[in-house]
């Protein structure tokens, strides 16, 4: 019996130290976005990211069911949004010949910014945010930070216009701040 409570008690000191103690080097929402940055550009660009913009980095991929589409959703949203300094930007990590046959196929399903992702880029979203599968979205803010990641079309929308509003809210702020002389 003095075994087993022994035995509860490193297993419970384990458990603590496991949950509690352990660190966390995974990203998270409102961290700085790794730059944009591609090996090359199949379509449109080159896109960073510049104050007051909101930005879209999408991952997805040639051979991707769920890719393919989203990818209309995809640029009905850039065209939605071109004029109020939102950018979208596609990102494969497949063979650039292979990559710029299809965006050629989806015409004109596909006319957003696209690129071959540089490895850097790859690690600094989908690695350091855990993520495994595509098609995947990030939403930048206009401050240049993570705002929202998922499934492009589960709440991606949503989150381009909070990023809009609070982008709009800040410049009007700034606007209405007493001036000093």
Not at 63 to 87: E, G, L
Not at 112 to 120: C, E, L, R
Not at 127 to 134: D, M, T
Request: with cysteine.
């Amino acid at each position: 019996m003095k075994i087993t409570s022994i035995l509860s008690a490193v297993a419970l000191s384990f458990l603590t130290v496991s949950a509690f103690g352990a660190k966390s080097d995974a990203a998270a929402i409102g961290d700085v976005a790794t730059p944009i940055k591609v090996k090359s550009w199949v379509q449109g660009g080159p896109v960073a990211f510049k104050p007051g913009q909101v930005t879209v980095v999408e991952f997805w991929a040639t051979w991707c069911p769920p890719c393919r589409t989203s990818i209309p959703h995809i640029n009905k949203i850039y065209k939605k949004y071109a004029d109020q300094q939102v950018v979208v930007v596609g990102v494969s990590n497949e063979d650039k010949k292979k990559v710029a046959e299809f965006v050629k196929k989806m015409g004109a399903d596909m006319t957003y910014p696209v690129a071959i992702a540089d490895p850097k880029m790859d690690a600094g979203y989908m690695q350091a945010y855990g993520v495994r599968g595509i098609p995947h979205a990030f939403v930048v803010d206009a401050e240049g930070k993570v705002a929202w990641h998922g499934h492009p079309m589960s709440g991606m929308d949503t989150a381009i216009e909070a990023a809009i509003a609070k982008r709009d809210a800040a410049a009007g702020a700034v606007a209405d701040a007493p001036k000093t002389e």
